[in-house]
Every structure is written in C-alpha cells, then in structure tokens.
C-alpha cells in the first residue's frame, strides 16, 4: 500500500486560501485519490476525489471553491481551498483506494487502504 504524508495546513482568515499536498511514496495516477476532513464532534467527510482517468467530483459545500489536482512525476496529490469558511475548519487527510472503482460527491465508492496523518485547518471570522 503507498504511504501518504499531508503538508500545507495552517490558519487563515475566512476568504483565505490554503493549499494541502499529500505526497505519496509510490506513484498516485493508478488510485482514486480522495480527500477527507473531521471537524471536532463530527463525522468524517468526503470532501474532494480524483479518479484514474483524471474524473473528479466535490462535496455540495466545497463545490467552486475547492479543487482537487495531482502531479504524478511529484507523487503528489493537490488540494486548493479558496474561499475558506468557518465551517472548514477540520483535520484534513489524504486517501488512496482501488483505482477501479468511481467516485461520487467527493468519495471514492470503493473505499481507501491508505491514509495520511492529516494536517490541520482552521478557518477564522
């Protein structure tokens, strides 16, 4: 299974930007990629995903704000928030599951074997 490691959080103002890298240590363009976050007291959420063939989809609250993105020579996978809300502010982690399979709303429909440590968000008013 490759080995995801999440850079790029931090804290920023609402309207701010942010950029998360994942990267990967073996090649990612043969996974649907996912990302994902968990605000204290709340479930995890599908936020972002990229399939194989380069397809992906958002969760409704992320949608023209967010955008999912990857480098294969790199290994890295690219998350650019704009537009950051309060209500973003959550763990964010990186994913990696069978390359096979779809996705929708932001998850990949055959789950993840691979997970990073996440880094942090927090959007403030």
């Known amino acids: 299974q490759v080995q995801l490691v999440e850079s790029g959080g931090g804290s920023v103002q609402t309207g701010g930007s942010l950029r998360l890298s994942c990267a990967a240590s073996?090649?990612?363009?043969?996974?649907?990629m996912g990302w994902l976050r968990q605000a204290p007291g709340k479930e995890r959420e599908a936020v972002a995903a990229?399939?194989?063939?380069?397809?992906?989809s958002y969760a409704d609250s992320v949608k023209g704000r967010f955008t999912i993105s990857r480098d294969n020579a790199k290994r890295t996978l690219y998350l650019q928030m704009n537009r950051l809300e309060p209500e973003d502010t959550a763990m964010y982690y990186c994913?990696?599951?069978?390359?096979?399979?779809?996705?929708?709303?932001?998850?990949?429909?055959?789950?993840?074997?691979?997970w990073g440590q996440g880094t942090q968000v927090t959007v403030s008013s």
């Open positions: 994913a990696a599951g069978p390359g096979a399979g779809s996705h929708r709303a932001g998850q990949c429909l055959l789950g993840y074997g691979s």
């Open positions: 073996g090649y990612i363009y043969n996974y649907c």
């Open positions: 990229l399939a194989r063939d380069g397809s992906s």
